[in-house]
């Protein structure tokens, strides 16, 4: 299996759009058998997001994704693990351990709470979302009146 | 008020104001641990007080500006604030929204170094109206300021994720390839080919063989075999222009490939898979085809999943500034020329006119242009005179053509009659848009002689 993480000193790179560098790994019997640093292209996330599509990852794991490269992003067959935050080490570790990755790693504001669904629907629900849960806390008046 | 603030201690004051200004802000420790994140900030980033705290900043804020441009980071390490340095930060639902970060660094009583302050503004709302403004919608290669090519240009990125089949009408010269390719290179198949094929420039049988293919011997002169445009797609896009010409013998083929996915070459006794994604494209309107019987219902639905117009240039008149000098600047890099740009009037001239032809007309306009004009800005001598005439029925019409005046005349004929059309002829509608009194608006009905019953 081929892992494909942005990173930014040794941690899950925090947006995507401006991600700088990939790491490439290769699992077998659930240990890490290679990893290559490579820099990504400059020229966009779009780019980004081909460059990366071309080394055929099976999984992509990255920080804060806008919504159109996401969109994008979900039509690649790999599972695509957007909004993530880590130390690689960590990442990995769980991800061999569970194959999947759990809130733990969710960006803040990002948790699956909020992630009912992703890009457009995502946003709606996060807007439809009653004040208390977002924030913890009643609306103040200033914010019932701009609502 | 004065008496309850002189009462408050000074940290509860401070977390007071902190707490009732529109600006974000939080703090971190050297670690770049958030320490204290304010109730604006909460509402900015849509990130709680809870989850923001004891949190990598970069992490709870996710801005552009974290990874190797951080105005924090440049301040601890220079002593020196930051004021209005502009990025964006990526929210929960994947927006960007546009944020001006001020920094400053944060001391304790001793002057000890303890850490940053950071503060920012929402500049969403007014980078939406600059963006309104000054810069163009865009998907792709399509750039437009037209509301009319709004629709469109909102729904290329989600057309271009999709599968889906798409049909694009719109009048001839409209863009409709351009529209095709777009799509195309947004989608997952942009490394594939992208091959496009004019349904009406050739004969059945030709296209037939075009299309499918056909192996040695199925015809004579088939010397050898011979792949068609649905097998060089590949995973590709296969553009099919003008599909309104197609004869109903060849729009069964085409039905049963976008039924089945399959196909046969000519003269072969297998079938071929077809994987590559389908855009047809038609300037005729299709539904009446169906009606008159010249085209299958069933075809027009498997081709009809996602519909697309091009607006005609007429209707988008705002987008000609910014396509006249995106064809300047291609004929400049095309024939390593450096003319100018355009001169005023030989613009006002060109957003005058009605442009039948749409964009590709205009693009042949500015192509005539640089033929005559050697150096510096296309001027009203340049372009053809056909463009230069004045409006029949106009004043002008009878006095010749040519000159500044005429030309001034011949657009403000041109903008009153598209207001007064669009208004249904309400000449209070009309000047309200037009930003003129109604007065003002029958005195120059009468000069251009614009008939008010119309």
């Known amino acids: ?31 890490i058998a290679d990893e290559q640093a490579i820099p990504l292209p400059t020229s966009g996330p779009a780019a980004k997001l081909a460059f990366i599509a071309a080394l055929q990852p099976d999984v992509l794991i990255c920080g804060a994704m806008s919504a159109q490269i996401q969109h994008v992003a979900e039509t690649h067959p790999w599972q695509l693990y957007a909004f993530m935050k880590g130390s690689v080490r960590r990442v990995m570790r769980a991800l061999i351990a569970g194959g999947v990755l759990a809130d733990d790693f969710s960006l803040p504001g990002c948790t699956a709470r ?11 629900c996060v807007a439809q979302e009653p004040h208390e849960k977002r924030f913890g806390r009643p609306l ?3 914010e019932k009146n701009e609502n | 008020m004065t008496a309850h603030s002189s009462t408050l201690p000074a940290a509860t004051m401070t977390e007071a104001i902190l707490e009732s200004i529109s600006e974000g802000v939080f703090t971190v420790d050297n670690q770049w641990r958030i320490t204290s994140f304010n109730r604006a900030a909460e509402q900015i980033t849509g990130v ?29 390490t220079n ?6 340095r502009a990025g964006y930060f990526i929210n929960a639902a994947g927006e960007r929204v546009a944020v001006s970060v001020s920094t400053a660094v944060l001391k304790d009583a001793e002057g000890r170094v303890i850490g940053g302050a950071e503060t920012f503004r929402d500049l969403s709302e007014v980078e939406t ?16 300021h037209s509301p009319a090519m709004q629709p469109v240009i909102n729904l290329v990125p989600d057309v271009a994720a999709s599968n889906s089949t798409v049909l694009i009408q719109g009048e001839t010269g409209t863009g409709k390839e351009l529209l095709a390719k777009t799509i195309h290179e947004l989608s997952p198949r942009a490394g594939a080919p992208f091959v496009a094929v004019n349904c009406g420039a050739l004969p059945d049988n030709l296209l037939e063989s075009e299309l499918f293919g056909y192996k040695k011997g199925a015809f004579t002169g ?15 896009t296969l553009f099919l222009d003008e599909i309104g010409e197609v004869s109903p013998a060849l729009q069964v083929r085409l039905l049963r490939v976008l039924q089945e996915q399959t196909f046969e070459p000519l003269g072969s006794t297998k079938s071929e898979q077809c994987h590559a994604r389908i855009i047809a494209a038609t300037h005729r309107d299709l539904t009446e085809l169906v009606a008159a019987g010249s085209f299958r219902q069933d075809l027009f639905y498997r081709i009809h999943v996602v519909d697309l117009t091009m607006p005609p240039l007429r209707e988008r008149s705002e987008d000609i500034d910014l396509l006249v000098n995106q064809f300047i600047h291609h004929f400049n890099q095309q024939q390593g020329r450096s003319i100018t740009g355009i001169h005023s009037q030989a ?12 964009i590709r007309e205009l693009e042949n306009v500015i192509e005539r242009a640089f033929v005559l004009c050697r150096e510096g800005d296309i001027e009203l001598r340049h372009l053809p005179a056909g463009l230069n005439q004045p409006l029949s029925g106009s004043p002008a019409a009878s006095s010749g053509s040519g000159t500044i005046t005429d030309s001034r005349r011949s657009a403000e004929r041109q903008r009153i009659v598209e207001s007064l059309e669009r208004h249904q002829y309400n000449r209070k509608a009309t000047a309200d848009e037009l930003g003129i009194h109604k007065t003002t608006l029958y005195r120059k009905m009468k000069a251009l002689a614009i008939d008010p019953q119309r």
């Open chain 1, 1 to 31: 299996m081929k892992v494909a993480i942005t990173v930014w000193q040794q941690r899950v790179s925090p947006v995507f759009d401006v991600s700088a560098n990939l790491l490439m790994l290769s699992l077998h019997d659930g240990k």
């Open chain 1, 114 to 124: 909020n992630r009912c669904c992703t890009g457009n629907k995502w946003a709606q």
């Open chain 1, 140 to 142: 103040c008046q200033s």
């Open chain 2, 48 to 76: 709680t007080r809870a989850e923001a705290l004891q949190q990598r900043c970069y992490e709870v804020f996710k801005s552009s500006m974290c990874e190797g441009n951080c105005p924090l980071r440049a301040t601890l």
């Open chain 2, 79 to 84: 002593n020196q604030p930051i004021i209005n």
């Open chain 2, 129 to 144: 109206l600059r963006s309104a403004l000054n810069n163009p919608a865009q998907a792709g290669r399509m750039l437009s």
């Open chain 2, 222 to 236: 088939a010397t050898q075999d011979k792949p068609g445009r649905f097998a060089l797609a590949g995973n590709g």
């Open chain 2, 347 to 358: 613009l006002a001239v060109l957003r005058a006119y009605r442009w039948p032809g749409n």
